[in-house]
């Protein structure tokens, strides 16, 4: 068993109050089963900081109109809100122009608007698609649909035996008839994070655009569109501390340009007649009908929380409370851990020898404690390591070392339970 030994214990860790960061979130201090709230489900979703709770409240009480429509006080004021926040995430992910960021549903809907409308114009009978078998559902199924439609394969970049991307043989996919690559920057099944600007360049060297599945990476790190150079880049909202049901797709606005709308209706449109209709500018022309506006605000209070924050103290302080938790779990014989990359972000799936994973959660939740258990929308990895499903602690950056501590002795109860 290889612990992750890049994961130093960090000089700065001391920097970030962990305390204090914990008062901002109400939830975490609640009970569950008379016992307090170890919230260790972060890679489903984050919890909500106040001021992203008062925000979502401000909005509906002050400022609820719809945006892009209406002359009168409330729309436009409406519209501000929404537009700042695309403004927002255009600085903190460093995106060259607002242009280039999508509001949608979540990374599943920026993966499906992507496989749909890059799809439909650039893949064709022959061509193929190439995705990585740590992939989640929401970036493996969109690629199948669209490659059914098109007559066209699905390749998928094996990975080895710590959970991590054969990069070469990854490298050996990449031909002609590759028109897009599709890829995850952190697995939420095993934590790996990719070597995503060499897989990226690697792709580029043959000219193929490339997508990355951000959906576990914004949660613990700061992700530069232009350093990175990647095509497009998804993420969800709902894991990043804001609210659920909105996300980003980031496009560059060459490809953007060049692809067909993915859903019609309002505001996609320039004009209408039955004879012909012309498409709106970007980010417009991809989003079509009312926008999810409160969620969009309530995003941007979470950017500004996450602004306000120390990175490189957090990723230190994550990185520190993920080797522990690696080595307080590894150190329980009956405990494996699937997913054993040098790099690794925010997750560690396990599995309790001789038990299901099923009984894990349910034994750990009677301690007040929340983990996931299952496939994790990622039956193939699950296949790949020949366990029916895991249970999975996943951590955010209000987490602590006496959480980890709790999860240790929930995993004790179940081992008593179960013998
Ligand atoms: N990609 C990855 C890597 C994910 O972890 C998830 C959600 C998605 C895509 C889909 O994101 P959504 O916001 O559109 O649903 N992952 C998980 C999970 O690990 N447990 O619950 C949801």
Redesign the pocket.
């Known amino acids: 068993m290889s612990i992750a030994t890049d994961i130093a214990t960090p000089a700065v860790a001391s920097k970030f109050d962990v305390a204090r960061i914990r008062k901002d979130f109400p939830i975490l201090h609640t009970k569950v089963h008379g016992k307090p709230l170890v919230y260790l489900?972060n890679?489903?979703?984050s919890q909500k900081p106040q001021s992203v709770i008062d925000a979502l409240a401000r909005y509906y009480k002050e400022q609820n109109s719809n945006v892009h429509r209406g002359v009168h006080f409330l729309s436009g004021f409406a519209t501000e809100a929404y537009e700042e926040t695309r403004k927002k995430i255009t600085r903190y992910i460093n995106a060259a122009s607002e242009r280039e960021v999508i509001f949608v549903?979540?990374?599943?809907?920026?993966?499906n608007l992507v496989a749909q409308s890059f799809g439909k114009k650039f893949i064709g009978k022959g061509d193929e698609a190439v995705i990585s078998a740590l992939?989640?559902?929401?970036?493996i199924v969109p690629w199948q649909m669209v490659c059914d439609e098109r007559g066209a394969t699905l390749r998928v970049a094996p990975i080895n035996d710590d959970g991590e991307i054969i990069v070469e043989e990854y490298a050996k996919l990449l031909n002609a008839k590759t028109k897009i690559v599709a890829f995850?920057?952190?697995?939420?099944?095993l934590g790996t994070v990719n070597p995503v600007k060499e897989m990226i360049a690697l792709a580029h060297d043959h000219g193929i655009p490339v997508l990355i599945?951000?959906?576990?990476a914004l949660p613990h790190m700061r992700v530069d569109m232009q350093d990175l150079d990647c095509d497009f880049y998804?993420?969800?909202?709902?894991?990043m501390f804001g609210p659920?049901g909105v996300?980003v797709l980031y496009g560059k606005e060459k490809l953007l340009n060049a692809m067909p709308p993915y859903q019609g209706g309002g505001d996609m449109i320039r004009s209408v007649t039955f004879e012909k209709t012309t498409y709106n500018d970007l980010p417009y022309k991809f989003e079509a009908g009312t926008p999810n506006i409160a969620d969009v605000v309530g995003f941007g209070a979470a950017i500004d929380y996450l602004n306000n924050l120390d990175f490189p103290a957090i990723e230190s302080y994550e990185h520190d409370l993920l080797a522990y938790a690696t080595e307080v779990l590894t150190s329980n014989k009956r405990v494996r851990i699937i997913g054993t990359s040098k790099h690794k972000a925010g997750?560690i799936s396990f599995v309790v020898d001789g038990v299901h994973a099923h009984d894990v959660g349910t034994i750990v939740d009677s301690e007040g404690i929340a983990v996931?258990t299952g496939h994790?929308?990622?039956m193939p990895v699950m296949e790949r390591f020949k366990v029916a499903a895991t249970a999975?602690a996943?951590f955010a950056f209000y987490n602590t070392k006496e959480e980890v501590d709790a999860l240790a002795r929930g995993i004790n109860k179940v081992i008593e339970v179960f013998g």
Do not use: I
Request: aromatic fraction near 2%.
């Open positions: 489900d890679a489903a979703t549903r979540g990374t599943t809907e920026g993966v992939e989640h559902h929401s970036n995850a920057h952190v697995s939420n099944a599945d951000g959906a576990q998804t993420f969800s909202s709902h894991k659920t996300g997750v996931r994790h929308c990622a999975r996943s």
